[in-house]
């Protein structure tokens, strides 16, 4: 007797491509934040973000020793140029070395970075090019805000919907994830000087609202400084720097820049 031939019958080979992952880069604006700027560099999650850049921004103090020690990229020359040539220059570094998508924190704490993937979500889904973070939408927070910032942050969030034309509930946050795409539209300029101090976050934020590209915010936690950590919870100064923030959505709104 014969056995019976054995047929195998073999699987069809079907290959999966795996979507790759969005490359996200975290960038920490820092000026004089000694030891502040670890804390925020160690909360950053690191399953959501592969690199943590942190733009020194000419401290005379230990924020670049600080910022290393806890595993983040330092990037700076050594000058003041402001924050928002400090945000510019970790975008440069996000689009020269390949990344998809960067998250701003502030490299003073008020932001918390575990918060993170709340920010990156909407991206993630296809939903949004730039995501920014509200106290102020049901399910956001803020601890210890001084009654000053509550007024300012308030009434600067409504000169600027009324500015742009679009409403938004908290213009004033920084705490934002931004897909690099959002820059292919040569209509949004970064790379223009008059931005390089306050200026750049709301300009950013208007013109995205203008444009109609995807802009969605998310409730997040703002938190101030302790009382007893004794540090200042700005280094905004009255006037001049409130002028910064507001040059933007004047400018504009009216059509005087780009
Ligand atoms: N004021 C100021 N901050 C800078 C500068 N360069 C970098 N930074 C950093 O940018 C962030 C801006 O902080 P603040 O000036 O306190 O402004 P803020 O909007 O009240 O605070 P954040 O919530 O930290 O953005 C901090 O992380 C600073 O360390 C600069 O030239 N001036
Ligand atoms: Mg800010």
Not at 36 to 50: G, L, S, T
């Given at each position: 007797?014969?056995?019976p031939v054995?047929?195998?019958?073999?699987?069809p080979f079907?290959?999966?491509?795996?979507?790759?992952?969005?490359?996200?880069?975290?960038?920490?604006?820092?000026?004089?934040?000694?030891e502040?700027i670890?804390?925020?560099?160690e909360?950053?999650?690191?399953?959501?973000?592969?690199?943590?850049?942190?733009?020194?921004?000419?401290?005379?103090?230990s924020?670049?020793a600080?910022?290393?020690?806890?595993?983040?990229l330092?990037?700076g020359?050594?000058n003041n140029?402001?924050?928002?040539?400090?945000i510019?220059?970790?975008?440069?570094?996000?689009?020269?070395?390949?990344?998809?998508?960067?998250?701003v924190?502030?490299?003073g704490?008020k932001?918390?970075?575990?918060?993170?993937p709340?920010?990156?979500?909407?991206?993630l889904?296809g939903e949004?090019e730039?995501?920014?973070?509200?106290r102020?939408?049901?399910?956001?927070?803020?601890?210890?805000m001084p009654?000053?910032?509550k007024?300012?942050?308030r009434?600067?969030?409504?000169?600027?919907?009324?500015?742009c034309?679009?409403r938004v509930?908290?213009?004033?946050?920084?705490?934002?994830?931004?897909k690099?795409?959002l820059?292919?539209?040569?209509?949004?300029?970064?790379?223009?000087?008059?931005?390089d101090?306050?200026?750049?976050?709301?300009?950013?934020?208007?013109k995205?609202?203008?444009?109609?590209?995807?802009?969605?915010e998310?409730?997040?936690?703002?938190?101030?400084?302790?009382?007893d950590?004794?540090?200042?919870y700005t280094?905004?100064?009255?006037?001049?720097d409130?002028?910064?923030?507001?040059r933007p959505?004047?400018?504009?709104?009216?059509g005087?820049?780009?």
């Amino acid at each position: 007797m014969t056995s019976p031939v054995k047929v195998q019958i073999e699987k069809p080979f079907v290959q999966t491509e795996a979507k790759p992952q969005p490359r996200v880069l975290c960038i920490a604006p820092a000026w004089n934040e000694g030891e502040r700027i670890k804390r925020v560099v160690e909360a950053v999650p690191q399953d959501c973000v592969e690199t943590t850049v942190v733009v020194d921004d000419g401290s005379v103090d230990s924020t670049s020793a600080y910022a290393e020690a806890a595993g983040a990229l330092v990037l700076g020359d050594g000058n003041n140029h402001g924050v928002g040539a400090a945000i510019r220059r970790g975008i440069d570094y996000a689009m020269t070395n390949g990344y998809d998508i960067v998250v701003v924190v502030s490299g003073g704490g008020k932001t918390p970075p575990e918060q993170i993937p709340r920010l990156l979500a909407p991206i993630l889904q296809g939903e949004a090019e730039l995501v920014q973070g509200s106290r102020y939408k049901a399910g956001g927070e803020f601890l210890r805000m001084p009654w000053r910032r509550k007024f300012g942050t308030r009434g600067y969030t409504l000169l600027f919907s009324l500015f742009c034309g679009r409403r938004v509930t908290d213009a004033s946050s920084g705490f934002r994830a931004i897909k690099l795409s959002l820059f292919e539209d040569q209509r949004i300029n970064l790379w223009q000087d008059w931005l390089d101090r306050y200026e750049l976050e709301p300009y950013l934020l208007f013109k995205a609202l203008r444009l109609r590209h995807q802009v969605v915010e998310v409730p997040v936690t703002i938190e101030y400084p302790q009382e007893d950590d004794g540090i200042a919870y700005t280094k905004m100064r009255a006037l001049v720097d409130w002028w910064k923030i507001f040059r933007p959505i004047l400018f504009l709104g009216l059509g005087l820049k780009k």
